[in-house]
Structure formats: C-alpha cells, structure tokens
C-alpha cells in the first residue's frame, strides 16, 4: 500500500462523477426497454419505488462503507470487520462487486459501441459516405469487434489517468449537454402523431401487474444497474469524497439525477415508440410484444430523427455522441472497481493494472461478440440481475449486522452535524439491517416461486 490516493476536488465533482456512473445506457436504452416490455406505466411505477425505497437505502450503505474504508471495496469492507471469518466474507463481497463490474463492462462496451457507430452513420451521411453509413449500423461481428475495441480504448485512456484529471474533469464537462439535448427531443416528440398514445402507455399504469414476479425482478436489477450498486463502483466513489461533505444529501441529489434522467428518456422513447408505428415503422409484432427486443432505441430513434429532416441528421450526431459519453462515464466507474483494487492491494502501477483489466475484460467481450445471441442475454441477467441485488443486499448486510451501529452513526454524522435531527438519522440503521435484506429476498424468492 502507501500509494497516494486520488480525491475528487469538490462537491460538484463528485456529484457529476457518481451521476455520471449512474447515468449512462441503464437510463436511455435499458430502462425505456424494461418499460417497454415490462407493461409501460406499471413498470415505471415499480421502478420509482424500487428505487426510492431499495436502491437509495443501499446506495447510502455503499458510499458510507466507502468514505469510511477511504481504500477499495476489499479493504474498505475488512476495515469494519472484526475477525477472520467477517474478513473472508468482506474479501467475498467485495471482489464479488468487482467482478460483477467487470463482467457488466464486457458487455456495456459493446453496447456503448453501437451508439458510437449510430454517432458515426449521420456523420457518413452528410459526407455522403453512403457504404460506410450502411456498413456502421448492420449488425456484423467485424463492426462490433472495432467499436467495442474503440470504447474500451478511451475507457482505459481515461481511468489511466486518475480521479481528478480523468473521472472528473469528463463527467464535469458533458453531462449537462445530454440533459439540455433529452429535454429538447422531449418538447419535439410530443408534438408529434401518436405521441399522446404513448404518454398514455407511459403514464397510466395498469395495477394489476404490478406484483408480476418478472417485472418486480426486473426492475430490481434494472433499479441497481441504474445506480451502479453492487459493483464496488459506489464504494470507491464514496471513498473519494471527502470528511467534510453531507454523504445523506450527496447520494439524495445522485439517486434524484438518476432517476429523472432515466424517466426523461422513457418520456422519450416509449412516445416516440408509437410514433414509429404511426409512421409505419413495425415496433410491434401481433401479440402486441417488442419486434427488437434490445435493439427498440436502434429502431425508434433513428425513425425519429428522419422525420425531422436535414436537422435530423446533426440531432442524431450530437444524441448518440452524447451517450456514448454517458456510456464513458459509467464504463470508467466500472473499471476504477478493478484498478484500484489492484493498485492498492497488490501494488501495481496504476497505468499497468488499467491495461491489463481493459485487456481481460475486452476478451470476455470479444467472447460475447462472437457469441452475442447467447452470452450477451446470459451475462446480463447473471451480473445486473441477480450478482447485483445479492451483492448490493450483502453491503447493506455488513452494515446493519457487522460494522458497529456507533459507527456507522459516526460516519453519517461525518460533514452534517445536523444529522442527528432528521429523519435518515432515525430510520435508516435500521431499515438497512432489516427492511433492506428482507425486501430484497423477497423479490427473490417470489421470483422463484
Ligand atoms: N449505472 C450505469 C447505467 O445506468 O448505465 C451502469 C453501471 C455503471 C452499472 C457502473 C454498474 C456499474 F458498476
């Protein structure tokens, strides 16, 4: 150890780094998806409570861990253990996130590789590079090799880089532009045919789904992907902030960006879904189910942007560039789990442990690539449905049943001396230590049954 430590460099550094990880593909491709193949509105439903009620207890509960340990989620997790049988099961849990992060970057890479190829289809366009705006949105092993290839490049440039210069400085720069750009298309959306259906979708749910076992698990796992738990990721980020700052306000203002992101897009998409199909676009298959399954915002958007014209094609350029960067900003929060670990436990230099875990991780995608009907599906459920929710209940598990609850009441108190008076003080400890497992088990177990 002894390795000097980056830090983010203020308050609105670190808001923007962990809204950056948290906002990313999850928020504009995963969640209108979930949405639209979940039920619509009663989906959404589910996910906001989820959210609220789950993934924030849970986000607090890792960024505490986090800012406590002041070290990767190995160390900082056995930092609060206190005999070897809690160390193993801190080894367990820590290095289960970290490889849960590395497995959901083998495939987001690939992912945040179609976007970057859509970015690249209108920019062949007004060139007039007709073969290549064909060549970069068909399906191909070889297309989907390089952008992947490309992306994992930029993530490694940047994590070698460090906290302040590489995280923070991105995230600092981009992620207002995507929310100005997703306002924007929202206002233009509505304005158009069928979009008042889709708001209808969108908005009016149907209660009697609500308990379904397939969309209470999948939004779940959809709820911790958005806020990157169960990865290390928010351990380590918490680790960055600093002694002085309110952890209760910080994670509160996060899970709210994340969160109102992640319903913007699907203010977006799912009404521009059935514009497509009065456009006549096929989004929908007889039974009323998805066509493109995964690929909904690869059919629908780009449906859109044509509608609008010449314009359309530098607001494509610009969507798609920019959420190649919200990909950017989560991939990195996905190897910094990896990296620091390394750096720090095993005293490897920062720029070595960045290629090597760039370079696993882009094999395992290079095996999904060349198996994509299956892996991908596979990898997916394995990491964000089950690894993320079991390792995210874990964390919650150590604070409530392990680190010590004066502690734990310490670290909170830690930058808000107020604390004590409000209504987190009161009932999160234990509603981490009971109603956090619990619930999270239950969802579990009812999908099972
Ligand atoms: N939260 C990111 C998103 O919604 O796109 C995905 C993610 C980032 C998952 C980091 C896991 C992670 F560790």
Redesign the pocket.
């Known amino acids: 150890m002894g390795v000097s430590r980056g830090g983010f460099s203020s308050r609105m550094g670190f808001i923007l780094a962990a809204a950056g990880?948290?906002?990313?593909?999850?928020?504009i491709w995963?969640f209108p998806t979930q949405t639209a193949s979940n039920g619509g509105a009663a989906f959404v439903l589910v996910y906001l409570v989820l959210a609220f009620c789950l993934a924030y207890p849970a986000f607090m509960a890792e960024l505490l861990i986090g800012r406590y340990g002041q070290a990767n989620a190995v160390t900082s997790l056995q930092k609060m253990s206190r005999n070897l049988w809690q160390k193993r099961f801190a080894f367990l849990v820590g290095f289960g996130g970290i490889v849960?992060?590395a497995l959901?970057l083998s495939f987001?890479g690939i992912i945040a590789g179609w976007m970057m190829s859509y970015a690249i289809e209108p920019l062949a366009k007004m060139l007039s590079l007709d073969g290549l705006a064909q060549w970069v949105v068909t399906q191909g092993t070889l297309r989907n090799l390089l952008f992947t290839a490309v992306f994992m490049f930029l993530t490694i440039f940047i994590i070698s880089r460090g906290v302040e210069q590489g995280i923070e400085k991105w995230s600092k720069r981009l992620m207002p532009m995507l929310i100005v750009l997703l306002v924007s298309l929202i206002v233009y959306v509505t304005t158009l045919e069928g979009a008042d259906q889709g708001l209808k979708a969108y908005l009016q749910p149907d209660f009697s789904r609500v308990f379904d076992a397939d969309l209470l698990i999948s939004a779940l796992g959809q709820a911790f992907?958005?806020?990157?738990?169960g990865?290390?990721?928010m351990i380590i980020y918490g680790s960055y902030i600093a002694k002085k700052e309110n952890l209760v306000t910080l994670g509160a203002q996060v899970t709210v960006i994340?969160v109102s992101i992640a319903f913007l897009a699907g203010l977006l998409i799912i009404p521009a879904m059935y514009v497509a199909q009065a456009q006549g676009v096929a989004i929908f298959a007889e039974d009323g189910s998805l066509i493109s399954g995964s690929g909904l915002v690869f059919t629908v958007l780009p449906a859109l942007f044509q509608g609008m014209e010449s314009v359309g094609l530098v607001v494509a350029f610009a969507f798609f560039v920019l959420m190649s960067i919200?990909?950017l900003t989560?991939?990195i929060?996905?190897l910094e789990?990896p990296v620091s670990y390394a750096v720090e436990r095993h005293n490897v230099e920062r720029k070595k442990a960045t290629i090597a875990a760039g370079i696993i991780i882009f094999i395992i995608s290079v095996a999904i690539v060349l198996n994509i009907e299956f892996l991908l599906d596979f990898i997916a459920i394995l990491a964000?449905q089950y690894g993320?929710p079991i390792i995210a209940m874990l964390c919650c598990v150590f604070v409530g049943w392990i680190w010590h609850r004066s502690e734990v009441l310490k670290e909170i108190q830690q930058g808000n001396d107020a604390v004590e008076h409000s209504l987190f003080w009161k009932i999160w400890p234990w509603y981490t230590k009971f109603v956090c497992p619990v619930a999270i088990a239950a969802v579990f177990i009812h999908s099972i049954l």
């Open positions: 990880s948290a906002v990313g593909l999850g928020n995963g849960c992060a959901i987001y992907f958005s806020l990157s738990l990865t290390s990721v994340d919200a990909a989560s991939s929060s996905m789990g964000t993320q």
